[in-house]
C-alpha cells in the first residue's frame, strides 16, 4: 500500500453554495435536492496540526483478500450470512421495494462479488465500515504502527488538496472527466432511466475503475473523487460543523440509539452532483454496497 506525506494546515471545510447556484449547475436535477444541504454548512476554518500519510489509492480487491487470508477476518457480510448488493444485467429496480438500483441484500453478493467483473486493482467494495476498522486494526498490530480511517476533516482537506471549488479540478461538473470514475455515458448506458444525470463523456468505466486510472489530485492523491465511495471514522451529525472544533475535529459522539458512519467522495456510480468534495453521505456501520469501499490513514 503506498501513501502520500499530506502537510499539516489549515482549510475551509464544507459549503454553502446557494440552491440557485447549484440548480444553475445541475440542471438535470429536481430543486428539492439542493435544499437538503444543510449538514454541508456553515463552511468553518478546521486545522489540521499534525501530519498524516493518506493512501494514494483506495484499498483494492487484491489488497482486501490478502488481509483476509493472513488474518482470518471474515467479512460481515459472510459472516452474518445476509450477504451484500450486487449488479445483475436483468434486475429491474422498479421491482425492489425502495427502487434500489442493485439487488440484495443476497448471500451470493459480497465483498468478493458484486455482480461485475473486478480485478485485484479494483477497489474492494460491499464492505462494512466495521471491515474497514478490522483492515485498519490487523495492519496496525502488524506492522507496529497506527493505521486508522481518516477523519472525514481529513479527507476533505486531503480531497480539496489546497481548493475551494466544487471538485478537486474546478467547478464544472464536466472537468470530473480528467480525474474521476463517475456516472458517465457508460454507465448511463446500463441504468438508462438515469441518463439525464449522466455526464457526457465515456470514461471507459461502466462500472469500477483500477485505482488511478484518472489524473489524480494535486496533492498526488487519486480517485478522491469517484470510483468508491471511502468510509471516514466520523459519526455523522447534521449541525456537527456549527459547532466543530478548529483543531483536528473527530466529529461528535455517538448518538444515543445508533448512529450512522459518513462516507465520502461518491463512486463510480453517483452522479456528480453528490461526487463533491464537501458532499456527505452516510449509512449504518454494518451497510454494505456495490459503491462502498475505503482508504485508509496511517499515522506519520
Ligand atoms: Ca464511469
Ligand atoms: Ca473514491
Redesign the pocket.
Known amino acids: 500500500m503506498r501513501f502520500v506525506r499530506i502537510p499539516a494546515g489549515e482549510f475551509l471545510m464544507g459549503s454553502e453554495e446557494s440552491p440557485e447556484a447549484l440548480a444553475a449547475a445541475f440542471p438535470a436535477l429536481p430543486r428539492e435536492r439542493f435544499l437538503k444541504l444543510t449538514d454541508e454548512g456553515p463552511v468553518h476554518r478546521v486545522r489540521i496540526t499534525k501530519p498524516f500519510l493518506m493512501g494514494r489509492h483506495e484499498v483494492t480487491v487484491g489488497q482486501f483478500r490478502r488481509f483476509l487470508q493472513a488474518s482470518g477476518y471474515v467479512p460481515e457480510s459472510i459472516a452474518d450470512g445476509t450477504g451484500g448488493y450486487g449488479w445483475r444485467k436483468d434486475y429491474d429496480p422498479a421491482t425492489s421495494p425502495r427502487g434500489d438500483a442493485f439487488e440484495g441484500r443476497l448471500p451470493r453478493y459480497s465483498w468478493a462479488d458484486p455482480g461485475f467483473a473486478q480485478t485485484d486493482d479494483h477497489p474492494v467494495v460491499n464492505i462494512t465500515w466495521n471491515d474497514a476498522v478490522a483492515l485498519a486494526e490487523w495492519l496496525s498490530k502488524t506492522e507496529g504502527r497506527r493505521y486508522r480511517l481518516p477523519t472525514e476533516a481529513e479527507w476533505e482537506y486531503a480531497c480539496r488538496a489546497g481548493t475551494r471549488t466544487r471538485y478537486a479540478s474546478g467547478d464544472d461538473p464536466r472537468s470530473l472527466a480528467r480525474i474521476a ?4 455515458a ?2 448511463a448506458a446500463l441504468w438508462p432511466r438515469w441518463q439525464a444525470m449522466a455526464l457526457p463523456h465515456h ?1 471507459g ?2 462500472f469500477t ?1 483500477p485505482v488511478g486510472s484518472f489524473a489524480p489530485n494535486a496533492w498526488g492523491l487519486y480517485d478522491m473523487h469517484g470510483n468508491a465511495w471511502e468510509w471516514v471514522a466520523d459519526w455523522h451529525g447534521e449541525d456537527y460543523y456549527a459547532q466543530s472544533p478548529l483543531d483536528d475535529p473527530q466529529g461528535p459522539p455517538k448518538p444515543a440509539g445508533g448512529g450512522v458512519k459518513v462516507r465520502r467522495g461518491g463512486s ?1 456510480h453517483t452522479w456528480a452532483f453528490y461526487a463533491r468534495s464537501s458532499f456527505r453521505n452516510w449509512n449504518a456501520p454494518d451497510t454494505r454496497y456495490t459503491l462502498v469501499g475505503m482508504r485508509l490513514v496511517r499515522e506519520d
Do not use: K, L, T
Open positions: 470514475n463517475v456516472f458517465d457508460d454507465s470514461d468505466h461502466a475503475a463510480w
